[in-house]
């Protein structure tokens, strides 16, 4: 009976410490968690609501301040902000540019970063050095120079085109284009993808790799079946971090891109500014965060499913 007494104090002693564990597990994680609710969650919420209609309180100044303001019509609000945005054809336009951009940019993106990471894993030698080492250079090159610099290159007194004409060929002037948003994503994509998925295929033990080359696969089956598979979640976090980070980009598409249709990125900004419709701009904004938010359901799945693989879960 003792015995059951004393057994029974340890267990319920172990069991007080571990909810005083939990407990000051989570007073140390409630600044952070604070912090992100008072800087990012309210004004988020403020927003929200005057996208809604919620004219009042917060959103008082600019909504005296804002043009084609709708106040609510009923006590949930009002969906007349998000009626004008969707039946503005220069909206359409600017969203499936934007979808389109981000969907390239992304594939190019992680396509090269594999290459390279494959080639650097499998191959090795001076050639996968040199371009592991080129590829991070625009990691210390601003956006802004970057941006500036291949709108110089690529425009219609650019270097391109003056370099073939020379040769008696009419170079392309992509400046102004789509498609010189796409060089330039990648352009400032790539290094953070390079070193994320590198990192994942170095990861992969060599002993595996042996394996199936001893049982007779070949190059692209170790790639296909040992390899990407290993090194899928650092590809998935790569990958959605790219898309959410081209999604949501200015300052590539304001100097590359066309007037219109051009990305959300920078409508949103003219919007709000050059035609002072602050509540369709907060529109426009949300419906960024609502693709954004898919993209980053797959980054969380794939962050799960790593933790059950590795029993942390």
Request: with cysteine; proline share 5%.
């Given at each position: 009976?003792?015995?059951?007494?004393?057994?029974?104090?340890?267990?319920?002693?172990?069991?007080?410490?571990?909810?005083?564990?939990?407990?000051?597990?989570?007073?140390?994680?409630?600044?952070?968690?604070?912090?992100?609710?008072?800087?990012?969650?309210?004004?988020?919420?403020?927003?929200?609501?005057?996208?809604?209609?919620?004219?009042?309180?917060?959103?008082r100044?600019?909504a005296?301040?804002?043009?084609?303001?709708?106040?609510?019509?009923?006590?949930?609000?009002?969906?007349?902000?998000?009626?004008?945005?969707?039946?503005?054809?220069?909206?359409?336009?600017?969203?499936?540019?934007?979808?389109?951009?981000?969907?390239?940019?992304?594939?190019?993106?992680?396509?090269?970063?594999?290459?390279?990471?494959?080639?650097?894993?499998?191959?090795?030698?001076?050639?996968?050095?040199?371009?592991?080492?080129?590829?991070?250079?625009?990691?210390?090159?601003?956006?802004?120079?970057?941006?500036?610099?291949?709108?110089?290159?690529?425009?219609?007194?650019?270097?391109?085109?003056?370099?073939?004409?020379?040769?008696?060929?009419?170079?392309?002037?992509?400046?102004?284009t789509?498609?010189?948003?796409?060089?330039?994503?990648?352009?400032?994509?790539?290094?953070f993808?390079?070193?994320?998925?590198?990192?994942?295929?170095?990861?992969?033990?060599?002993?595996?790799?042996?394996?199936?080359?001893?049982?007779?696969?070949?190059?692209?089956?170790?790639?296909?079946?040992?390899?990407?598979?290993?090194?899928?979640?650092?590809?998935?976090?790569?990958?959605?971090?790219?898309?959410?980070?081209?999604?949501?980009?200015?300052?590539?598409?304001?100097?590359?891109?066309?007037?219109?249709p051009?990305?959300?990125?920078?409508?949103?900004?003219?919007?709000?500014?050059?035609?002072?419709?602050?509540?369709?701009?907060?529109?426009?904004?949300?419906?960024?965060?609502?693709?954004?938010?898919?993209?980053?359901?797959?980054?969380?799945?794939?962050?799960?499913?790593?933790?059950?693989?590795n029993?942390?879960?």
């Amino acid at each position: 009976m003792r015995s059951l007494l004393r057994r029974t104090g340890k267990e319920g002693s172990l069991a007080n410490n571990g909810s005083g564990s939990s407990l000051f597990g989570f007073a140390l994680s409630l600044p952070p968690l604070l912090l992100v609710l008072g800087f990012v969650g309210i004004p988020i919420l403020i927003g929200f609501t005057f996208s809604l209609g919620f004219t009042k309180g917060p959103n008082r100044v600019i909504a005296i301040i804002g043009q084609q303001i709708h106040p609510k019509t009923h006590w949930w609000g009002t969906f007349a902000a998000y009626s004008d945005v969707f039946h503005d054809s220069r909206f359409v336009g600017d969203l499936v540019l934007t979808l389109a951009v981000t969907a390239i940019s992304t594939v190019l993106v992680i396509v090269i970063a594999l290459a390279i990471a494959l080639h650097q894993r499998l191959v090795g030698g001076r050639t996968a050095s040199v371009l592991a080492t080129l590829s991070i250079v625009p990691l210390f090159v601003p956006v802004v120079i970057s941006a500036w610099a291949i709108h110089t290159f690529y425009g219609g007194d650019g270097f391109m085109r003056s370099f073939f004409a020379n040769i008696g060929i009419n170079f392309p002037t992509l400046t102004s284009t789509s498609t010189a948003i796409v060089i330039g994503s990648v352009w400032t994509s790539l290094p953070f993808s390079i070193l994320m998925i590198s990192s994942g295929v170095q990861a992969v033990p060599d002993a595996l790799i042996e394996s199936a080359k001893d049982c007779g696969a070949s190059t692209l089956k170790v790639i296909s079946t040992v390899v990407v598979p290993l090194a899928q979640t650092p590809i998935i976090i790569a990958g959605s971090f790219t898309a959410i980070g081209i999604m949501g980009s200015f300052t590539i598409p304001l100097f590359l891109g066309p007037n219109q249709p051009t990305m959300l990125g920078v409508e949103i900004s003219n919007f709000f500014g050059s035609y002072n419709r602050p509540q369709q701009s907060l529109v426009m904004a949300f419906i960024v965060f609502l693709a954004a938010s898919g993209i980053a359901v797959l980054y969380i799945w794939s962050n799960v499913k790593s933790a059950k693989e590795n029993g942390r879960i």
